[in-house]
């Protein structure tokens, strides 16, 4: 009788232990995140921009979707590009709910990992100002038996930011008037005074003795 009672509280305890292991197991596997990226961002009215649904660490996804909302009155989404999956798309943009739907499949296979669910492109309002949410909603991952991958979602802002005043202009300065000065009159030239080198120096003394030595001749012939 004690070794039947000593057997089954073996027994129980073995399952207890594996039920614990596989709780264990469970709570360090976790949910896979699925976020938008970057969760916060700035930019300026009228620009565009664009936002990624990430998953990270996903095991044997054969399928996601999710569903995005935005302010319609601060942003108009453009455009959709499939991530990771992207066979059998559905895709839908309303700009009037603030709404971008989005869904993939892949068969056969299955994807396992991190990188985007999809890509999502917007132009900001031109008048819009402020923080505005972006929100997933009804994300779903789905494995190839279509069993549910537990999710944990982490949603995004975008604050769209009006632009800065520009620099303010340095006056520029009023010119003082020169008064305009009086001509002072500019006295007439001094007659050039001619400057000789050495050699027209003895040049000018040679001609002047011959023209004295033949007014010396001259004269003397007039006495004769």
């Not at 649904?53 to 601060?74: C, K, R, Y």
């Amino acid at each position: 009788m004690k070794e039947k009672m000593k057997g089954k509280k073996i027994a129980v305890g073995t399952v207890t232990a594996l039920l614990l292991l596989w709780l264990v197991t469970l709570g360090l596997a976790g949910a896979t995140a699925v976020n938008v990226n970057p969760t916060y961002q700035e930019v300026a009215q009228g620009a565009d921009f664009q936002i990624v649904v990430n998953v990270t660490d996903v095991a044997n996804m054969a399928a996601d979707g999710a569903i995005l909302h935005f302010e319609p009155s601060a942003m108009q989404a453009t455009g959709i590009t499939a991530g990771v999956i992207d066979q059998y798309p559905i895709e839908i943009i309303d700009n009037a709910a603030g709404t971008v739907i989005f869904a993939y499949a892949m068969s056969p296979g299955s994807f396992s990992g991190s990188g985007p669910l999809a890509t999502i492109y917007f132009t900001a309002d031109t008048s819009a100002e402020g923080e505005f949410d972006l929100n997933l909603t009804d994300v779903e991952l789905l494995r190839p038996d279509h069993s549910v991958i537990p999710t944990d979602v982490y949603n995004g802002t975008v604050n769209i930011t009006a632009p800065g005043p520009g620099p303010t202009p340095t006056p520029t300065p009023t010119p003082t008037p020169t008064p305009t000065p009086t001509p002072t009159p500019t006295p007439p030239p001094a007659a050039a005074v001619p400057v000789l080198s050495g050699t027209g120096m003895v040049a000018l003394i040679g001609l002047l003795a011959v023209v004295l030595a033949i007014s010396v001749s001259a004269m003397r012939k007039r006495r004769k």
